[in-house]
């Protein structure tokens, strides 16, 4: 009898840790922006396990040292659709390119805010872009008076609604963002609705990031989630990931609040030995610290997950594959609080396999053929595998 061991395939996003400007980075203001390389020069900060792998040897990165015989395969990836958000990186790692950018918002039409008022029986605060920690400190006690919820976007195709949880309910404010929704679709469709719930006294509001849920406009076609699905295999998705995708092409779903978190959920994950995907993405770099223009935040964010990075590395059994990727820059040096338009890192590890230089990818599709691949499941849609 043949001894049969499933295999697993673990992709592990490091939310907006970018490795240099695309090409057409001035087009969106980002020529020059390198969240890599300018966290490390800012802060002196070492990461010697992903230098390890060979993240020092991926072109364009100068802050790290180069391996002579990383552990993994190695690479930076183009984006080829037209955008740098969350969502727009996330689908074309799994295969749907966009032709077209999500429809941003400098505010938000009368058609969109009397229905989301009606939804409410309540007016609202803002609409305009923010930042969502100063938004919530310039607005936050007019909200504890008059029960308003606080609405904003920013650079990205977003719909934020934020309210207290001493004001709205948590199951009234998801209630509210479903609602939302269902308003935001056709000319005035956004990527994302997101909760954004926060706690404390007006001197010292806190959110929560814990709490945040986002409601995802749905993907136009199939992706590999899909197709891994429908062929048996075990797709997994942990923290923000099925959100991202209208949790769509999911098994299972497992929550979490934070990098540590994250890190915990998918360790506990590789040790039951799924036939299929893990799929795992780390926010704390983008939401805490990258939007905020906190270096020392981002540099630490780093730190302690390059320290977490051998006990990942141990999990990983002979036939799986760990693959580590980053799907937009948000450079914590940079003008603004938005995303930068950069590379997306790409190191790939088996154990057992010499790394290679797998140079610089066409698109970030290459991720969800290279799972596809390495689970025997056929897909005929943009991308190659490593």
């Known amino acids: 009898m043949t001894d049969y061991r499933p295999n697993t395939v673990t992709v592990l996003v490091l939310d907006s840790v970018g490795v240099g400007a695309l090409p057409d980075a001035e087009a969106f203001g980002d020529a020059g922006s390198h969240t890599l390389d300018h966290t490390v020069q800012a802060t002196g900060l070492t990461l010697p396990n992903l230098a390890t792998l060979g993240l020092g040897n991926v072109e364009g990165v100068s802050s790290l040292p180069a391996e002579e015989l990383p552990l993994a395969s190695y690479g930076r990836m183009a984006e080829l659709s037209p955008g740098k958000d969350t969502t727009t990186g996330h689908w074309e790692f799994m295969g749907l390119v966009l032709e077209h950018p999500f429809r941003t918002f400098e505010k938000f039409p009368p058609a969109v805010m009397d229905a989301f008022d009606a939804l409410t029986g309540r007016g609202h605060l803002g609409n305009y872009p923010a930042s969502g920690t100063e938004i919530i400190a310039e607005l936050g006690a007019e909200h504890l008076r008059t029960g308003e919820p606080i609405v904003y976007t920013s650079a990205d195709s977003v719909f934020q609604v934020a309210a207290h949880v001493d004001v709205v309910p948590l199951d009234t404010l998801y209630r509210w963002c479903e609602g939302a929704r269902e308003i935001l679709t056709g000319e005035h469709s956004v990527a994302r609705v997101i909760a954004r719930p926060f706690t404390g006294p007006a001197s010292a509001f806190e959110r929560l990031g814990a709490q945040r849920h986002d409601y995802s406009v749905e993907p136009a076609t199939d992706t590999v989630l899909d197709a891994l699905k429908a062929a048996g295999r075990e797709v997994i998705g942990v923290g923000k990931i099925p959100d991202i995708y209208a949790h ?19 360790l506990e994950l590789l040790r039951e030995r799924p036939h299929g995907l893990i799929f795992t993405n ?13 270096p020392e ?3 630490q964010a780093l730190r302690d997950v390059d320290e977490r990075l051998p006990e990942l590395l141990e999990a990983v059994r002979e036939g799986d594959t760990l693959i580590i990727v980053s799907d937009h820059g948000n450079d914590p040096t940079w003008p603004g609080t938005d995303h930068t338009r950069e590379y997306g890192m790409l190191l790939v590890y088996r154990p057992g396999e010499p790394g290679a230089n797998l140079g610089t990818r066409e698109t970030f599709a290459d991720v969800g053929a290279t799972v596809a691949a390495s689970l025997g499941v056929a897909w005929n849609g943009p991308g190659e595998p490593v």
Do not use: I, K, Q
């Open 282 to 294: 780390l926010v704390e770099f983008d939401s805490l610290y990258g939007h905020r223009r906190n």
């Open 248 to 266: 769509r092409g999911f098994t299972r779903e497992v929550a979490s609040g934070s990098n540590m978190e994250g890190l915990d959920r998918t």
């Open 297 to 299: 935040g981002y540099a």
